[in-house]
């Protein structure tokens, strides 16, 4: 017959488990920053894109009323 086998010490129990659940932590955060990644390239849709080129745009055009020429009415200040 085997001899029985030995009962761990709780502390090693207690080692092991907090060892494994770093891991898994470790493995959670990782993928928290992949998805954070995700979600930043997918926040610029097309249509935010358009909306912040329009308004580039537009500042680009405003700042350029001050001098002589036609008015363009793009601006949302009135002169």
């Keep these: 017959m085997p001899p029985p086998k030995k009962r761990k010490a709780t502390n090693t129990v207690r080692r092991e488990e907090a060892e ?7 493995v959670l955060q990782d993928q928290v920053q992949q998805l954070q990644a995700q979600e930043e390239l ?3 849709t097309p249509k935010y894109h358009l ?15 001050a001098g002589p020429g036609p008015k363009i009415g793009l601006c949302r200040r009135s002169v």
């Design 20 to 26: 494994t659940l770093r891991k898994e932590i470790t």
């Design 42 to 44: 997918t926040a610029v």
């Design 51 to 65: 909306q912040l080129l329009a308004h580039s745009l537009r500042t680009k055009i405003c700042a350029g009323r």
